[in-house]
């Protein structure tokens, strides 16, 4: 079983879930994975905007991909988190029958997060548990973390998401046809995204734009707080005839600079009209 929070599942998580799967592989185990929900930020230090890289849905999705068989998803409330570290592996590592925990370097868990890594090896000599502890992972020497993802999305620079990530940050939203909006005579559509994502500074995105069934290149408007949603514009205008409601996915490929602060408003209208 890996255990983590895993927002963004990025390529330190997979490094750490793909070692799960190995050792479940080799011991004929079921290769599951605990991860919990809401954000503990969002229980102990009470920020209700908590932004997520992965909502819970899309994480679920994600760790399918890599092929776990089992996710569990507790629930991170205030009773939750004051229990000792002891009484949570009585109850989610030995009550769950667990085999082996593989845990990050950095991993903590229990009351003010005094259980760590180092006590769970502790704790697995005297029980029917193994311990796997995976090292921090870098790029350019810098730790891959969900908190270095957040900081390089809300800078702008998307483009270095793939380094961290291994692909592209991407956003799930719905988009409104023309007959809602009367965007008849506009280029670009009202984007509205879903669940608690984070999202990138404003400015004008080159994005790739995803359907159930189609794939388009197209340009993402983030107004900010200026406005209460974004616009997007590319072929999924000709995709959405009719003036239907349909949810896509935006993959976010590069910011499009801007030569100076006093073009930036003069090229942002002209990118918009």
């Not at 730790?143 to 291994?166: A, C, E, N, Q």
């Not at 590319?234 to 910011?255: A, C, R, W, Y």
Request: aromatic share 10%; proline share 3%; charged share 25%.
């Amino acid at each position: 079983m890996a255990l983590g929070f895993f927002d963004g599942v990025h390529l330190g998580h997979q490094s750490l879930l793909m070692q799960a799967k190995k050792i479940a592989e080799k011991n004929n185990l079921k290769f599951t994975a605990m991860t919990f929900d809401p954000h503990p930020n969002e229980v102990i230090k009470l920020e209700k905007d908590w932004r997520y890289i992965t909502p819970l849905a899309l994480k679920i999705e994600r760790m399918a991909a890599i092929g776990v068989d089992k996710l569990f998803v507790i629930k991170f409330n205030l009773s939750f988190a004051s229990l000792l570290p002891s009484d949570f592996i009585k109850q989610y590592v030995l009550g769950l029958q667990a085999k082996h925990l593989v845990v990050g370097f950095d991993f903590t868990f229990g009351k003010k997060a005094q259980g760590t890594a180092d006590y769970l090896k502790k704790m697995s000599k005297n029980n029917p548990f193994d311990v796997t502890v995976i090292s921090k992972q870098v790029h350019n020497g810098e730790k891959i973390s969900s908190t270095i993802i957040r900081k390089i999305v809300r800078g702008g620079d998307v483009h270095l998401v793939p380094y961290y990530m291994g692909h592209h940050f991407e956003i799930k939203g719905v988009v409104y046809g023309s007959n809602r909006h009367k965007y008849e005579k506009r280029k670009n559509m009202e984007f509205q995204t879903e669940n608690k994502y984070i999202l990138p500074a404003p400015g004008v995105y080159r994005v790739e734009i995803k359907t159930w069934n189609k794939t388009c290149q197209g340009l993402f408007i983030r107004y900010g707080s200026n406005r209460k949603n974004d616009e997007i514009s590319g072929q999924v205008i000709e995709m959405l005839k009719g003036g239907v409601v349909e949810e896509v996915t935006v993959k976010f490929l590069k910011q499009i600079p801007f030569e100076s602060n006093s073009q930036c408003s003069t090229n942002f209208k002209e990118v918009i009209k």
